[in-house]
């Protein structure tokens, strides 16, 4: 099978800070450095390191060929990345000592991808194949409807959070993700908790506490594991990603969970995105 992603990406800008800045606050950075990013991009890398099979359909500038050429490098597959116009995405992250981050985005190429494109995707996609998209490119509720007609299994990752996005595609879709500040927004919006949105299967991620999943059988929370953050970036795309990837294995999805908190966990550990996203082999032998 394969997860076809409709998917931000960004070059990642990310300044090390002794704090995050205040309000009309000067702060000189300890460090500069360029990474791989975007929320899409990140899920892509970290499904691939998974093991499984990514097809990532976006839109980058002149200014961000390398970014693709790097996805690919990693195991994507990027034929529907499409060269337009606009300049690439950009996110520029204050990282503080704790890994605590802020982050300011530049919407850019991902959110004028065309719709040809995503049409001529999914055209190749099979009945039982995974489509993922998030909030940081145009198109959702298009490729939402067009990926369920086709018979595939439709995933949405709600952030950057919009309720009146997530509602418009909710009935479309077998699985949900969010935190736990987005599921309280949805609910404060749509006056339902995450077991009555009528989703098959919905993950709340709760940063350093776990993540709860709400499916058949009601609630199952799942525990952190103990690890020291250094940069909490990309943390919740590679658990989406991971998880994304044992579920299109064929993983029991509270198996797919598992494997997933090994690899947020590991991920905090390290500074950057989608070019420090742990494989496999690692997330196997790690412990906490």
């Known amino acids: 099978m394969a997860v076809w992603n409709l998917g931000s990406i960004n070059i990642d800008v990310v300044y090390s800070v002794p704090h995050i800045p205040a309000l009309g606050e000067t702060l000189a950075a300890t460090d500069r450095q360029m990474f791989l990013g975007g929320k899409g991009a990140n899920m892509s890398v970290a499904i691939a390191r998974s ?70 995707a999914l055209s190749e996609a099979s009945t039982g194949d995974w489509f993922i998209t998030q909030n940081e490119t145009n198109l959702q509720r298009t490729g939402v409807t067009l990926a369920k007609k086709m018979g595939l299994k439709v995933g949405y990752a709600a952030a950057p959070f919009d309720a009146d996005r997530v509602a418009a595609v909710l009935e479309h879709l077998d699985f949900l993700i969010l935190n736990a500040v987005e599921a309280q927004q949805l609910t404060d919006a749509t006056g339902k908790t995450p077991d009555a949105l009528g989703v098959a299967d919905v993950i709340v991620t709760l940063g350093g506490d776990g993540a709860d999943w709400y499916g058949a059988d009601g609630k199952q929370h799942f525990d952190a594991l103990p690890v020291t953050p250094v940069d909490t970036t990309g943390a919740g795309d590679t658990f989406t990603g991971y998880v994304l990837g044992g579920l299109d294995q064929g993983m029991p999805m509270a198996q797919a969970i598992a494997m997933a908190i090994k690899a947020g966990a590991l991920m905090v550990t390290r500074q950057g995105t989608a070019d420090v996203i742990p494989d496999l082999a690692e997330v196997r032998d790690f412990s906490g």
Do not use: C, M
């Open 51 to 120: 093991g499984s099979r990514v097809n990532h359909i976006g839109a980058i500038g002149a200014d961000g060929i390398w970014t693709g050429e790097r996805l690919l490098e990693y195991g994507v597959d990027t034929q529907f990345i499409k060269v337009i116009a606009p300049q690439t995405s950009q996110a520029v992250i204050a990282v503080d000592a704790k890994g605590e981050n802020a982050i300011i985005l530049a919407p850019g190429a991902s959110v004028e991808i065309p719709q040809h494109l995503l049409q001529n």
